[in-house]
T-cell receptor, first 112, second 113 residues
Framework: DQQVKQNSPSLSVQEGRISILNCDYT??????FLWYKKYPAEGPTFLIS???IKDKNEDGRFTVFLNKSAKHLSLHIVPSQPGDSAVYFC???????????WGAGTKLIIKP | ETGVTQSPTHLIKTRGQQVTLRCSSQ?????VSWYQQALGQGPQFIFQ???????GRGNFPPRFSGLQFPNYSSELNVNALELDDSALYLC????????????FGPGTRLLVL
C-alpha cells in the first residue's frame, strides 16, 4: 500500500526551463510534506517543506505547491540548472507522529 | 561542524548471519532515525531514537534492533539476515524529535547472499 506516490520515474528538462515534479498521497492524516534531493553515493538532502495549513512555500528557485483536496503536491524548479540533476523524493508525515513516508523518487535530468 | 557519518560503506553477509551498522550524528543532534532503501524505492522508516530511547518504529520485525549511545551515536543491528534485507541503510540525525530537518549520512550498502 503506497501512501506516497511519485508516478514519474524520470524527467528530462532543458537547462533554463522549469522542472515540475509531482507527488500524490492517499492518507488524509498527512499534514507535513517535504522534498529531498539525492545525488549518487550521498544521502538525501533536505530541499523544502510545506505544512498543510499552507498551499505554497517558496525558497529561491524552489517552490512547493500543495493541493489538499486533490492530495497532490508539486515541486517547481526554475530556472533548472545542470546541478539540479538528481533523484528527488517526496515525503510526508502524519500529525500523530514524526515518521516520514517516502515516495519512490523521480530522477531529474537537466539537459544542457 | 562534522556531518552524519556511517560505517561501513559496503558490507557482504550471508543468510542467517548478524550485522551491525554504525552512525555518528551531526554535532549537537540528539535524535537518530534509521531507514532501509531497497533498489528503486524510497527510504522506509525503521525506527527513531531520542536521547537513547526508542521513539517510534516502522513496520519492521524485532530482528531489527537499535541502540543510541550517550554521545548520540547509534547502531542498527539485524539478526538472522534474509536475502530481502539487501538494501541501502540510511541514518539521519536531527536536533530534536519532532518536525526538525533530518540530515542524512551517505548510507551503508548491505548485500545478503
Amino acid at each position: 500500500d503506497q501512501q506516497v506516490k511519485q508516478n514519474s520515474p524520470s524527467l528530462s528538462v532543458q537547462e533554463g526551463r522549469i522542472s515540475i515534479l509531482n507527488c500524490d498521497y492517499t492518507n488524509s492524516m498527512f499534514d507535513y510534506f517535504l522534498w529531498y534531493k539525492k545525488y549518487p553515493a550521498e544521502g538525501p538532502t533536505f530541499l523544502i517543506s510545506i505544512s498543510s495549513i499552507k498551499d505554497k512555500n517558496e525558497d529561491g528557485r524552489f517552490t512547493v505547491f500543495l493541493n489538499k483536496s486533490a492530495k497532490h503536491l508539486s515541486l517547481h524548479i526554475v530556472p533548472s540548472q545542470p546541478g539540479d540533476s538528481a533523484v528527488y523524493f517526496c515525503a510526508a508525515s502524519p500529525d500523530s507522529n514524526y515518521q516520514l513516508i517516502w515516495g519512490a523518487g523521480t530522477k531529474l535530468i537537466i539537459k544542457p | 561542524e562534522t556531518g552524519v557519518t556511517q560505517s561501513p560503506t559496503h558490507l557482504i553477509k550471508t543468510r542467517g548471519q548478524q550485522v551491525t551498522l554504525r552512525c555518528s550524528s551531526q554535532s549537537g543532534h540528539n535524535t537518530v532515525s534509521w531507514y532501509q532503501q531497497a533498489l528503486g524505492q524510497g527510504p522506509q522508516f525503521i525506527f527513531q531514537y531520542y536521547r537513547e530511547e526508542e521513539n517510534g518504529r516502522g513496520n519492521f520485525p524485532p530482528r531489527f534492533s537499535g541502540l543510541q549511545f550517550p554521545n548520540y551515536s547509534s547502531e542498527l543491528n539485524v539478526n538472522a539476515l534474509e536475502l530481502d534485507d539487501s538494501a541501502l541503510y540510511l541514518c539521519a540525525s536531527s536536533l530534536m524529535q519532532g518536525r526538525e530537518t533530518q540530515y542524512f549520512g551517505p548510507g551503508t550498502r548491505l548485500l545478503v547472499l
